[in-house]
C-alpha cells in the first residue's frame, strides 16, 4: 500500500484557508482608521499621556476561533500523518484499538517522549526516530517558543477556552519631537505593552516637575495578537505572523517523517 498523505496535505490547505481569512479581515480593520490617540494630563502636569480610543471594535472572538481552528487543523495533520503511516507499513487499516494509540507525539524533553513513546511504538524504527529528531528539544526557535510545542499548547488551550487574541503594539513605539522641556528637566518615556483595549494609556512622557505645555510625537502601531507562552521575544505573536511561522514549521515536519518511510 502506497502512502497516502491526502488527508494531511488537506488538512494543512485548511489551515491556510483559515490563515488567509484572519490575514483579510485583520488587515481591513486596521485600515480601517479604527482608533485613535488622546492626549490626557494629570492633575500636575507631569504625566503627558496617549490614550487608546477604539471607534470601530476588533472582532476579536470570531478570530480567536479561526485562529483557535487553524492550529487545529495543522494539529490533526500530524496525527493523520502518523495513521497514514501505521496503513501504509500494516498493508491495511489500523486495528480501532491501534488507531486509538496512535499519535504524533509533540513533548518538550526526552523523558517525557520516551514516556509517550507508546503512541508511536507500532511504527517503524527509522521513522520512530525521524518523529524523535523533530522535538522541541530538538528545534529551538530565535523568536518564538520551540514551534511544535507552541502548536500543541494552543491546540491543547483551544479545547477548554478561547486563545486569549488580544489588541497589541506590533512595535515598542518611538518618542520623538519632543517640544517645551526646560532644559535639566528630568524625563521619563513609559510604553504600555500588554492587552489593550478602549481607554488604556499606551505611553507617557514623564517631567520631574510641572510641565503644561509639553508636546511629542509617539508611532503607535497596533496588532491583533494571541498570547502564548513566552519565548525569546516575549508572550504574544500576530495572528498571522505566527500562522506563518507554524505552516513551514508544520511541512517541514512531515516531509521529514514521511521522507524516512520504507
Known sequence: MTLALESVHAKIDRAEEHTHILKNEVSAWLTDHP??????????ST???????????????RWSLIMGDAVHTLRSAMDHLVYAIARHELGSEPSDKL????????KDQPEDFRAAFWHIASLGPDVRTAIESVQPYHRPHPQLPPLLALLRDLDDSDKHRLLSVILAQAIK?????????????RVGFH????????GTEVCALTTSSPTPNVTYDFKLKLT????????????KTGLTSLMQFLLPEVRDVIGIVSG???
Do not use: C, T, W
Open 35 to 44: 482608533y485613535r490617540l488622546v492626549r490626557q494630563v494629570n492633575s500636575d
Open 47 to 61: 504625566r503627558h499621556g496617549l490614550v487608546l480610543r477604539v471607534v470601530r471594535a476588533p472582532n476579536l472572538k
Open 99 to 106: 488507531s486509538k494509540q496512535l499519535m504524533f507525539v509533540i
Open 173 to 185: 513605539g518611538d518618542f520623538s519631537k519632543i517640544r517645551n522641556v526646560r532644559d535639566g528637566e
Open 191 to 198: 510604553v504600555y505593552k500588554e492587552s489593550l483595549e478602549d
Open 224 to 235: 491583533v495578537a494571541v498570547k502564548h507562552v513566552a519565548g525569546p521575544n516575549g508572550n
Open 260 to 262: 524516512a518511510v520504507k
